[in-house]
């Protein structure tokens, strides 16, 4: 079992996230470090009274370019990985998925 976490972050920002998960959890590939996968994409929000938006005006739309970050993480480094991804992200509330997974070598452990 692993989980896959996927983030949706300013692109100005990413190298800095993708270091500092890389630093708090140990590699799931072996021989292997630092392993995510992005592409660029667009948020979209209102922010609400009481919000403090990195972007954005209380009660107007906003879009922004941003980009997406997947990694898959082990269990016991999951909450290191979220830690490590708020650390570095700007945004007050971001939009972080938490998938669970079962590994591929779990089901094919004779492919190898």
């Known amino acids: 079992m692993i989980y896959k976490v ?10 800095r996230m993708m270091d500092a998960v890389d630093a708090a959890i140990e590699p799931i590939y072996p021989g292997y470090r630092r392993v995510f996968s992005y592409w660029p994409t667009k948020g979209t929000w209102i922010p609400t009274e009481g919000s403090h938006p ?8 906003e879009t922004a370019d941003e ?12 909450e290191a990985a979220i ?7 700007p945004y007050e ?3 972080i998925d938490v998938i669970l ?3 591929w070598k779990d089901f094919a452990p004779s492919c190898r």
């Open 83 to 89: 830690a490590a991804v708020l650390s570095v992200h």
């Open 54 to 61: 990195f972007l954005g005006t209380i009660g107007e739309a």
């Open 67 to 78: 980009l997406r970050v997947e990694f898959a993480v082990k269990p016991e480094h999951l």
């Open 6 to 15: 996927s983030v949706g972050i300013p692109p100005e920002y990413a190298e």
């Open 93 to 95: 509330e971001p939009g």
């Open 101 to 103: 997974m079962e590994a």
